[in-house]
């Protein structure tokens, strides 16, 4: 009797220390919370100003913009070699629509959408890109190393389907990869020769390399 | 380049390429301006065939009103999820917003249908009646749901399939709601087997098509 008395108010005793640990874990974690909501929020304010055409707020609120894009990808299971590209084609698209940002609402929830698309998108390729590809050691034993001549001639097989898939670029694109990869031109040369500013040749650049990349991996 | 030299480079052009952007407005505004397009067509369709046929229908047979009244429900609120759904961030249960609405329409339609006592005053559809409902119905729908991906496409859908269902089932709701201002008979079972074909191809066709077109570029 007195056995379980005890072991009630034992039981009672860990209840209410269980109770008060929540309770300091839920008060501990308040200024967590306050400070993220109040980062969301400066976040907020620096994308406002940046929808209005400011750039410093506008870069700024892009590089913190990094770590949260990482965490949304590494929580989506992207490959850590793999969550740089993630980050750089969040970027890219936060660029291109950051007009449906509404002030008004969380911009880490508005990010989150988009990184989390993109990581998806991420994992999807790799997976056909997987499929694809054979693993080295049944490559090693079904295909066997092969005579230079023939080394040769794939190289110069790809080196064609690379100048194809250059032609067939958007004319700005093509121009970039000319310009800065082809003839090996630094930014202000190629700007000055083209009559285009440095910002939109890196970009067409960037662009084309996708495209390429996508080309030749065959990806859509 | 190492990775964040990678990221501030990126940053640093997107900057130099920044511009002001015209924000886009809520998503409510939106469905008001496409839902005034539907207003439109509504009013010239009842100025063409007159409110009264439309009333004397609703008053002998009151579900037909409520079915009327649950497709324009309907649309609004399958107009609202949609472009709900092309803001980033926003909560994928806007798609069930449509769904109250949707059952009071197709539940008030086949109330009429099972109804045994037909009103004199309304006659039940014949097979070339229902055809033209379908063919309405599609035609409608067409230009409605074109509208609505032009819209949505200066908006930037994650869930584009269930975004395009969204478009197709506002603009079959829309038609079905313009159609009833025209329509010259009591709800038969033809004539609602008629409309639920139209309405699922209108959604059929915008979930293949729209969601395509309304893909994450």
């Known amino acids: 009797m007195s056995l379980s008395l005890t072991a009630g108010g034992m039981m009672v005793l860990d209840d209410g220390l269980s109770l008060g640990l929540q309770l300091r874990a839920i008060l501990s974690a308040e200024p967590t919370i306050r400070a993220n909501e109040e980062a969301d929020q400066r976040r907020a304010a620096l994308m406002a100003a940046a929808q209005a055409g400011d750039r410093r707020a506008y870069e700024r609120v892009l590089a913190d913009s990094v770590g949260l894009i990482r965490a949304v990808a590494r929580r989506q299971g992207v490959a850590p070699d793999a969550v740089d590209d993630v980050v750089q084609e969040t970027l890219l698209t936060v660029h291109r ?62 080196a064609q389907q690379l100048r194809d898939a250059i032609a067939t670029l958007p004319p700005g694109q093509r121009e970039a990869v000319e310009q800065l990869a082809l003839k090996e031109r630094s930014l202000a040369e190629a700007a000055q020769h083209t009559g285009r500013n440095a910002g939109a040749l890196k970009v067409n650049l960037h662009r084309a390399l996708k495209a390429l990349r996508n080309r030749i991996h065959g990806e859509p | 380049m190492s990775d964040p030299r990678r990221h501030e480079a990126l940053i640093d052009t997107l900057g130099a390429e920044l511009v002001p952007v015209r924000r886009l407005p809520a998503p409510w505004l939106r469905a008001l301006g496409w839902l005034s397009v539907v207003a ?68 008030a339609s086949g109330v009429g249908c099972l109804r045994t006592w037909i009103p004199s005053e309304t006659h039940v559809a014949g097979i070339h009646e229902v055809n033209d409902c379908l063919v309405f119905i599609v035609s409608f729908s067409i230009p409605l749901s074109a509208c609505l991906v032009w819209l949505l496409r200066r908006a930037f859908p994650l869930r584009p399939v269930l975004t395009a269902v969204m478009i197709g089932l506002a603009s079959a709701a ?29 959604i059929g066709a915008n979930a293949a098509m729209g969601g395509r077109l309304l893909q994450p570029r």
Do not use: K, N
């Open chain 1, 97 to 158: 629509v950051r007009h449906t940002y509404d002030p008004s609402r969380s911009y880490d929830a508005w990010l989150a959408a988009i990184a989390a698309r993109r990581a998806i998108d991420a994992l999807r390729s790799h997976g056909r890109r997987d499929r694809r590809e054979l693993h080295d050691e049944y490559a090693l034993e079904t295909h066997p190393d092969r005579d230079d001549a023939t080394r040769e001639t794939e190289r110069e097989q790809s």
């Open chain 2, 40 to 107: 439109v067509i509504a009013a010239g369709l009842l100025m063409h065939y007159g409110i009264t046929g439309m009333l004397r229908r609703w008053t002998s047979a009151p579900d037909l009103a409520w079915a009327g009244i649950g497709a324009v429900l309907t649309a609004i609120a399958a107009a609202w999820a949609a472009f709900s759904l092309g803001v980033p961030g926003r909560s994928e249960r806007w798609a069930w917003l449509p769904l109250p609405p949707a059952l009071l329409w197709i539940g």
């Open chain 2, 174 to 202: 829309a038609s079905a709601s313009l159609l009833e201002i025209c329509h010259a008979f009591d709800a038969a079972v033809t004539d609602l087997l008629m409309h639920v074909l139209a309405v699922a191809l209108v």
